[in-house]
């Protein structure tokens, strides 16, 4: 089967766990390189990327890379690569992209040359002066960075964040992917309790269920690479019904999510059922001063509030306080918090043994990581 150079996208900060999550996979020969973290396989491999990958953006096809400094150069050397090997004569192909600290920075002129590039290679090898892009989509990415041109196929469609579960929208929600992406961090395993008390619509203890159950992320939603001509139906076929096979049945609910807004919870249910792990996660109405649990040696992932308000600056720092004495009830617990407040440690009146930057919705955040005892493995 024809091998593809490939690359999965991840914000800042996500990058090293993407790359895990590749290597869990099978595919060991990855390297990393602004926010791009490529790889090689076949079609197969892109399938079960996109269908698997927790904490990226989306799954590209490498179709080219150079460097150009002027228009002409980006249309020759656009011009100059296999695009009738993707692109079938009804293909729709919009062209997107961004350009960085580089020669050429105008974002609509580098879209209208390499669309017309395209275009004018697709012409001699079609005979067809027209194209009517009635077909599947094939979207074309391209990135210009300090003068280097990248051109891919968007494999994805819609973001990888976008798992179908999440219909209903609650206040400043955590994207899928991030939530995936602090739990992978946080190192949790399914077998180990976790809880969030600030739960919101639910996102953090539906991600942690559907690595407990084992389910792939994209299994309740559909791909635009699926539509693609060279990709035949049978790997499709086969990498759906491997996804499903390998889902895991829950007998014991270790999962919580709690939230003081009844509205929140109801979202989360909701989210739960959408997901198909309401059997595997335990939402509940609960204010975070009744945080308490007879386990030991569990889990906090949290989104506490945070805002730039004034008065909401102040609720927060009392808020913060509050967190610190009552989590010290869970002496033996390990606590993972995700907020926007660089002083958030000297409020919450204890020093992070680990913090890390992390974007949510592109807002500059810091992860603090809070490390329990290391377990008696006779109690887990």
Not at 75 to 92: G, Q, S, Y
Not at 229 to 237: E, L, R
Request: glycine share 6%; charged share 25%.
């Amino acid at each position: 089967m024809k091998k593809l150079k490939l690359f999965a996208t991840a914000t800042f900060g996500v990058e090293a766990v993407v790359a895990r999550e590749l290597k869990h996979l099978g595919y060991e020969d990855t390297s990393i390189d602004n926010g791009k973290i490529f790889f090689t396989g076949d079609f197969e491999a892109l399938c079960r990327a996109n269908l698997w990958l927790r904490t990226a953006g989306r799954v590209y096809v490498l179709i080219g890379e150079f460097n150009a400094t002027t228009f002409d150069e980006l249309f020759e050397a656009t011009t100059a690569l296999p695009w009738e090997d993707w692109l079938p004569k009804d293909a729709e192909f919009p062209v997107v992209g961004s350009c960085v600290k580089s020669a050429l920075m105008s974002i609509s002129d580098c879209q209208s040359i390499i669309k017309k590039a395209i275009v004018e290679r697709l012409k001699k090898v079609y005979k067809l002066n027209v194209f009517p892009e009635t077909g599947p989509r094939y979207r074309i990415d391209f990135t210009i960075t300090k003068d280097k041109v990248i051109l891919a196929l968007d494999s994805t469609g819609d973001g990888l964040h976008k798992r179908g579960y999440r219909n209903l929208v609650y206040t400043a929600p955590l994207q899928e992917t991030l939530a995936a992406a602090m739990i992978k961090i946080s190192r949790w395993s399914p077998g180990r309790i976790l809880i969030d008390p600030f739960c919101g619509s639910g996102t953090i203890p539906i991600e942690a269920a559907l690595m407990a159950m084992n389910k792939a992320p994209g299994l309740d939603r559909e791909f635009d690479c699926q539509e693609w001509s060279m990709i035949p139906k049978k790997i499709w076929y086969d990498t759906l019904n491997e996804a499903r096979d390998l889902i895991k049945p829950i007998n014991e609910i270790l999962i919580h999510g709690y939230d003081i807004n009844s509205e929140a919870v109801s979202m989360a249910q909701y989210h739960a059922r959408q997901a198909g792990v309401s059997d595997a996660v335990h939402f509940q109405v609960r204010d975070m001063k009744e945080l308490s649990s007879r386990a030991k040696y569990g889990f906090v992932i949290t989104n506490p509030p945070y805002g730039e308000r004034l008065g909401a600056k102040k609720e927060n720092i009392i808020l913060y306080k509050q967190m610190g004495e009552h989590f010290e009830r869970l002496s033996t617990w390990s606590f993972y918090i995700i907020n926007a407040d660089p002083d958030f440690e000297k409020n919450f009146g204890k020093k992070a043994n680990k913090n890390r930057k992390l974007y949510n919705g592109g807002l500059l955040c810091y992860y603090y990581q809070f490390f329990g005892p290391k377990p008696d493995k006779k109690l887990i």
